[in-house]
Each structure stands twice: as C-alpha cells, then as structure tokens.
C-alpha cells in the first residue's frame, strides 16, 4: 500500500482548498468524495451578494477544482470512506474500493440536515430542503408542480429563493406544527429572534423582511400577534410564521398538507385546519455538524450550540488533539462555504507545516487564520449570532486537553 | 394528530419510543436498542438529533459532550463482497 | 422531459445534452449524461424509487446527496446502490427494493417459505388475489 502525505476526505470547498495548499507544496494527496461531482454543498448554492453580484456555487466550485486538476491533485469521486484506522504511525482510510494508507488525514465531510418530523414525512415528494436544492441547481429537475416549505430559517428561506428563480411554484414557507422534536423550530417566537439576528448582515430582501420587526421585543410581540393573515411577503412569497404544518397527505406521494394557525408560543389553534394541494414538501430543519469519521478516530467532541451541534475539539490551526488528525469546513460548526474555503486553506497550510521542513509555512499559517476571521466578519449568511463565542469556547478545550 | 416517525430507516414512531420508555423505563441508550431508533440503515445520519432530542425528553438524561448515541465503524453500511476484500489487494 | 430546469436567469441554459437509455423496474427512460438515477427518475416523473423491507411504505429521494439511504436499489445486480450519488449509464438495469421476506415475525401465518423463490412466488400470489 502506497503511503500517501494526506487523505482529504471530503471535496466540498474545506476539502479542495486544503488540497491545493498541500499539492502547491508537493504533498502527495488523496481527496476521496462520494458525491459524482467535487464541490460538495457548495455546488447547489446561489444567491444575491449586498453588492448585487451572484454567489454562483457551481461556478466557486470549478474555480476550486480547475485550481487542484491543474497542481494534479488525485479526486476520487464516488468513493464512500466506512472508518478512519489509526495505527501507530499513520492511518488507513477504508472506503467501499479500497484502502488508503496516509501519514496525516483531513477531515471535511461538512454537514448534515437536522430533520423536523411531521406526520406524513416518509411520503415520496417530501424532501430535505437541500435535496430540492440540488436536484434544481446542480441537476436542473423541478422537483414538482407546487410545493410548501417546512421550516424557517436562513438555509431555507434563502433555498426558496433559489428554487422560485428556477420557477419551481411555492404555495409559501410555513412552521412545522409543534412536537417534542421541532420545538425550537416550530416556535414562533423563538423562529422570529433568529431571523431578526441575522436580518442586518444577510443579502437585501433579508433586510427588508427584519425591517418590518424592528430591534425592540415589544415590537416583535406586537408583530407576532397581529402578524398578517397572508403572511409577510418576501419576494412576493408568504413567509408565515403564525401558521404550521401539521400534517402531510397522500397515499403514494404527497397530495397535500393540513395547515393549521398557530398562538405566537407556537400552540395549534383548534378547528383551523384548513387543506393546501401540494406536490412536494421541503423540510428544513437546519444543519449539524457531521462527524461521525472524527468520532470513530477518537476525537473528543464537544457540544457547542452556537456550532450547530457535536464538533470535533480542534483549534484555529485546525488540529484535533490526535496527532495527524485535522478538520476543516462545517465539521468544525455550520458556517458560509466562504468560511469554509478558508479553513480549509488553514488546515493544508498546517499539514505542509507538519510535513515539511519549510520556514515559511508558520507564517502563511498564521495569515490564513487571520482571513478565516475576515471572512467570518464580513460573511453575508451567519447560521448563528453568537458564532465568535463558540469558536472561542472549542479553542480554549483544545488547549485545555493538551495541557 | 396522525402518529409521527422519528426514524424513517426502521420507521419507529414517536408513541413507539413513548411507550416502550414507559414500559422500560430505561435510558436514553437501552430505548435506543429496545424500538431500534437510529439503528437503521443510514446510521441514524437523518434522525439522530431529532432521536436524541425525543431521548432526553423522556428519559430526562442531561445531554453530554459525548455523541449521545455512540458512532461506530463502519459510518456507510457496506457489502460483505467488499468488506472481505474481493475489490482489495 | 416536461421536469426539466432548461432555461435559468443566472445559471443559464441546458443545451446539447447526450441521452442516456436505462431501465428501471423494466421500463426504458431517457436522461441526461449528466443525470444521477434519482434526478434521471424525477425528469420523467417517477417518485417511488424503493418500498419499506417491512412494512412496503413507499420511498423516494429525501436528502438527495447519500446521507439517507432512503433511494437505495439495485443497479446492475448489485443490491444497496444509492440513486442520487450513481450517475446513469447506457442500458444500465435498476430495480427499485420491495417487502423483504420476515421469516422471525410471529405473526406470519402457515408453513415458511423455505426458498426465495418460493417466497417471491407467493408474493406474486397475494398481488394478483389483491388486483
């Protein structure tokens, strides 16, 4: 078995910006995705920037990978990694094809979709939000005639975006209907403190729509209570948060969904049923760091609820406490593929450093966390208010556990 | 309200976890083994948060640093043809 | 192909896209070189790519980018393949997954079925009494 420098797991933009700090310093790299296509999550996104310029994900994505096919980097898509060995002195990636042997591993397999259970959900045509996100951007199929969002979110509402400009019909994005697992979800009070944190930094509509909230609680409880029975219009689409989904119908596919009016503490008023024919359901119940391969390496976790959920305990260089073990990317906590890109440009400048005896490479280290920051400031999409505080809190377990 | 499932992989309902945590009442883990919540196919990837959660609102376990529900190798499920190495060298 | 996205205002048109020819459960469908199996199913508006082991609930696609498993069929003979991470290929043959056999369950009634295709027999005959 070839001994390679590193195995990158996971070419979404963590992953591929890692592999061209590597090949740039002549590393040998093996980037292993189960995805057809590199670029990962990055690949379905599209949105409008403040400045009026389109964030084209498909378009990131071939910048990414024209950059590590001209350093030579060796992609293997299709590849699913089952477990992450660790042996003495090097690991042992097992995929479904073969094992690859590498002296230091990344790990940047991004996140996962949180889901909201409602009745009804199992049916063909309701989907994750970013399933409809894929299949309409990066396959270019409508996932059907009309559909509903369930959930609202920074993810969802800018995804319903996308799907309204690939002119997929959407009836409106509504709340799932309370249960003990979508309760912060299907929580209109909670629902709206989150979309007025995010409404000052996130892309024009955005703005309009926090607008309408004001900063004061008061206003916010007065909105609640007298929000407008159509909803608040977002693109000239309903964005209901006094209304949920309680039901999904169909026998073989979804046929329609059962909506019902909802307190402002998210409480199902009786008797307001009322029928919506739809062809699709999308469920948006947010993102969790996915680290199941840093688990079975050994990481220690930690929950941080400002990351979205378990993370790996790494620092700002991107090393976990097990040597040769790094992480780069929404692993790390759910961030903007930006972010990402520049973590995961941290976390190859940290393998060189590991590997190679090159003086230079401290240095650039330290600048690429430097921009991680930047990029953080000046992200146009943050999935949580109190990012900074999180990414504080893992650093310090990090030094704490290697004291 | 229609019965709703947590798990779609081995379709376990929220009344299955609610019953079998009355009748047991056990922690978050033995439930877990007992209704086979999460265990299915896809590892628990789509439903382990929303198992978690229903886990420690019956059981009132306090959820930790650690993965409450532990993750183990292999993280795909995987064909015996390729585990036993007839793709390997 | 009425489900297709041809034309985008900003990730623009699909144009001269090679076709591909495969069959799923028997029937031939056409789709893009490009497509997955369970994009490929969904232009030509099929939804249920698998039915539940046990209970024969209907599934399709959920996450769409192989965290679910819930597309899973066989491609080719081989069993588990997931539709939205296998792009299609010429003649490829798909099966979607139906009710497996619960030999264990307490609750089946007369002798077990002591071979697959005796199982698979049987099977054939409840449907047909069903139709």
Redesign the interface.
């Known amino acids: 078995m070839k001994m390679h420098d590193v195995v990158i797991i996971g070419a979404g933009p963590a992953g591929l910006s890692a592999a061209i700090q590597c090949r740039t310093y002549d590393l040998s790299v093996v980037v292993i995705d189960e995805f057809p296509k590199a670029g990962g999550r990055l690949l379905g996104q599209l949105h409008e920037e403040p400045n009026g310029e389109w964030w084209n994900g498909i378009k990131e994505s071939n910048l990414l990978i024209e950059e590590a096919e001209n350093l030579k980097t060796d992609i293997r898509l299709g590849v699913s990694v089952h477990h992450v060995e660790r042996l003495e002195n090097h690991y042992v990636v097992h995929t479904n094809t073969e094992h690859v042997a590498a002296k230091t591993v990344l790990i940047a397999t991004g996140a996962a979709e949180s889901a909201a259970p409602i009745p009804g959900w199992t049916l063909p045509g309701v989907m994750s939000i970013g399933a409809a996100q894929v299949m309409t951007n990066v396959h270019r199929v409508s996932v059907g005639e009309k559909g509903i969002v369930v959930g609202v979110n920074v993810l969802s509402a800018a995804i319903a975006r996308e799907l309204q400009l690939a002119g997929v019909d959407l009836h409106s994005m509504a709340l799932p209907a309370t249960n003990v697992v979508s309760e912060d979800q299907s929580n209109p009070r909670a629902v709206m403190e989150r979309l007025v944190r995010i409404a000052h930094l996130a892309p024009s509509k955005f703005i309009q729509f926090g607008s309408k909230f004001a900063t004061f609680e008061f206003v916010r409880n007065i909105a609640l209570n007298f929000y407008p029975k159509d909803g608040i219009k977002m693109w000239d689409m309903p964005i209901h948060l006094r209304k949920a989904i309680k039901e999904i119908n169909g026998t073989d596919r979804v046929e329609s969904v059962t909506m019902v009016d909802v307190t402002p503490d998210g409480d199902i008023i009786r008797n307001t049923e009322r029928t919506i024919e739809v062809d699709f359901v999308c469920i948006a119940g947010g993102l969790y760091p996915l680290g199941e391969l840093a688990a079975v390496v050994g990481c220690p976790f930690e929950y941080n609820e400002a990351l979205g959920g378990h993370v790996p305990i790494h620092n700002e260089a991107m090393e976990t406490p097990i040597d040769g073990v790094y992480v780069a990317g929404n692993i790390t906590g759910i961030e903007s593929a930006k972010v990402a890109r520049e973590q995961g440009k941290v976390a190859g400048l940290s393998i060189v450093k590991a590997l190679t005896d090159n003086a230079e490479v401290a240095e650039k280290v330290d600048a690429a966390i430097t921009n991680v920051q930047q990029t953080r400031d000046e992200a146009t999409i943050q999935f949580h208010p109190e990012i900074n505080e999180g990414r504080a809190t893992i650093s310090a377990s990090f030094e704490q556990l290697i004291k | 309200m229609k019965d709703v499932i947590i798990c779609r992989c081995e379709e376990v309902s929220l009344t299955d976890l609610e019953d079998a945590a009355k009748k047991y009442n056990c922690s978050a883990r033995e439930l877990k083994l007992r209704t086979r919540a999460g265990m299915g196919f896809c590892g628990g990837r789509t439903c382990r948060p929303a198992v978690d959660k229903v886990l420690t609102s019956i059981t009132g376990e306090d959820p930790t640093n650690n993965i409450p529900l532990k993750v183990a190798p292999p993280v795909r499920p995987l064909s015996l043809s390729d585990l036993g190495g007839v793709n390997h060298d | 192909m009425t489900?297709?996205?041809?034309d985008?205002?900003?990730?623009g048109t699909?144009e001269n896209e090679r076709t591909v020819t495969f069959t799923f459960d028997g029937k031939t469908y056409e789709g893009y070189e490009?497509?997955?199996i369970?994009?490929a199913l969904?232009?030509n508006d099929v939804?249920?790519?698998r039915r539940?082991e046990?209970?024969g609930?209907?599934?399709?696609?959920?996450?769409?980018?192989?965290?679910?498993?819930?597309c899973?069929c066989t491609v080719n003979d081989?069993?588990?393949i997931r539709a939205?991470?296998?792009?299609i290929e010429e003649n490829m043959v798909v099966k979607s997954g139906d009710v497996q056999p619960d030999p264990l369950n307490p609750n089946n009634e007369g002798p077990l079925p002591r071979t697959y295709e005796e199982y698979a027999e049987r099977k054939a005959g409840d449907t047909d009494e069903n139709a």
């Open positions: 489900k297709r996205i041809i985008h205002p900003v990730l699909i490009r497509d997955t369970a994009s969904l232009a939804r249920t790519i539940h046990a209970t609930n209907p599934r399709s696609i959920y996450c769409n980018i192989g965290h679910c498993f819930e899973r081989v069993s588990n939205c991470l296998t792009l």
